[in-house]
T-cell receptor, first 110, second 117 residues
Framework: GEDVEQSLFLSVREGDSSVINCTYT??????LYWYKQEPGAGLQLLTY?????DMKQDQRLTVLLNKKDKHLSLRIADTQTGDSAIYFC??????????FGAGTRLTVKP | GAVVSQHPSRVICKSGTSVKIECRSL??????MFWYRQFPKQSLMLMAT?????????EQGVEKDKFLINHASLTLSTLTVTSAHPEDSSFYIC?????????????FGSGTQLSVL
């Protein structure tokens, strides 16, 4: 089974906030990442957080990390139709291996 | 869940040698596989899209003679870094899709850390 888990689908209305959740199992994670994939394109790094931080904000994006529960979330404020994409959560563990979740497909309805 | 196996996980080689990285889909057939390269603290950069039975499609700026991709079966794609040099040192990740890769879910290998001395 996967060590990084995400919900598969999320649908929101334009202007609402989106929250994409992710859980991981390896307590030796050093960095945690959120990537965005638009159709036909490669992954784009949205943001990352060090494992010793609990929050990072970057414009419309807010990352929350609960290390005790091994839970990571990405909040997108004022979601736009251009935010429709697949979002991948990933962790880098102590030996530098990367583990990715299966991705959450975000659909933004006008 | 679907599993993609990538190995080796790390390799150290001398300048001028070639290194082969394998990417296998273990429980599904992957018509499309992707190869990425990541520099520290930067995003994954798509290098090429590999389609089973046909030539890979390389992204602009990626030398196809330098990075040879072979997708000979529906479960295996290989990336060979030919005549590696220190500037090729990087983290390489593959991903695989059971569909056409146009938006279906991707499943990732755990990456290969290449260090060229």
């Amino acid at each position: 089974g996967e060590d990084v888990e995400q919900s598969l689908f999320l649908s929101v209305r334009e202007g609402d906030s989106s929250v994409i959740n992710c859980t991981y199992t390896d307590s030796s994670s050093t960095y945690l990442y959120w990537y965005k994939q638009e159709p036909g394109a490669g992954l784009q790094l949205l943001t990352y957080i060090f494992s010793n931080m609990d929050m990072k904000q970057d414009q419309r994006l807010t990352v929350l990390l609960n290390k005790k529960d091994k839970h990571l979330s990405l909040r997108i404020a004022d979601t736009q139709t251009g935010d429709s994409a697949i979002y991948f959560c990933a962790e880098r563990i102590a030996n530098n291996d990367m583990r990715f979740g299966a991705g959450t497909r975000l659909t933004v309805k006008p | 869940g679907a599993v993609v196996s990538q190995h080796p996980s790390r390799v150290i080689c001398k300048s001028g040698t070639s290194v082969k990285i394998e990417c296998r889909s273990l429980d599904f057939q992957a018509t499309t596989m992707f190869w990425y390269r990541q520099f520290p603290k930067q995003s994954l950069m798509l290098m090429a899209t590999s389609n089973e039975g046909s030539k890979a499609t390389y992204e602009q700026g990626v030398e196809k003679d330098k990075f040879l991709i072979n997708h000979a079966s529906l479960t295996l794609s290989t990336l060979t870094v030919t005549s590696a040099h220190p500037e090729d040192s990087s983290f390489y990740i593959c991903s695989a899709s059971p569909g056409t890769g146009g938006g279906e879910k991707l499943f990732f290998g755990s990456g290969t850390q290449l260090s060229v001395l």
